[in-house]
């Protein structure tokens, strides 16, 4: 597998090579060869995320520590790829606007959601904007999510939903 970071973003599935909900092992020789460069850069996120940060593909990569999915990667400044042909970082948020395509900004997320498109959110180039930061607002990362598994996981994590029923439902049979 090879990453890209000309390659087009599909929302909640693929971005730069990467498929959501596939196994970060799968990517360990990429990951080892960045950190061979000193390009990667990894922490922990939410309580069962690890965050890695490819700093010469200008991605991020959530995973699950519980599961070793991949569940949600961003496109940061300097990626090249693009979502529906032509948005991208930098994109004028306005000219997303002047599209009609549904994008509205969620407060509590600090991102741009639409209903027509799941699994993906245009974040805006300024944390937590004021009203009248929105006609100059850019997109300054793009991100894809599986949000049935991200709402799954944290029923699971609530005991709203059985560990046991979570991980047939994501995870490869291990027997």
């Not at 390659?7 to 092992?25: H, Y």
Request: charge should be negative; include cysteine; aromatic fraction near 12%.
């Amino acid at each position: 597998m090879e990453l890209d970071i000309h390659a087009d973003i599909v929302a909640g599935k693929s971005l730069g090579g990467i498929q959501l909900l596939s196994e970060v092992g799968s990517y360990w020789s990429l990951l080892r060869e960045e950190k061979s460069k000193l390009q990667l850069d990894y922490h922990q996120g939410e309580i069962h995320t690890v965050v890695y940060a490819l700093k010469s593909k200008f991605m991020e990569i959530n995973v699950d520590v519980r599961t070793g999915l991949i569940y949600k990667v961003s496109a940061l400044p300097g990626y090249a790829g693009n979502f529906l042909g032509w948005i991208k970082i930098g994109t004028p948020m306005p000219e997303v606007w002047e599209a009609e395509l549904d994008f509205d900004y969620d407060d509590a997320e600090m991102g741009f959601f639409s209903a027509r498109f799941p699994g993906i959110s245009l974040e805006p180039d300024i944390i937590d904007p004021l009203e009248e930061d929105f006609p100059s607002l850019t997109v300054g990362a793009i991100t894809i999510a599986d949000p049935e598994y991200i709402k799954k996981a944290n029923a699971a994590a609530a005991g709203r939903m059985s560990w046991e029923d979570f991980k047939k439902h994501f995870c490869q049979d291990e027997t």
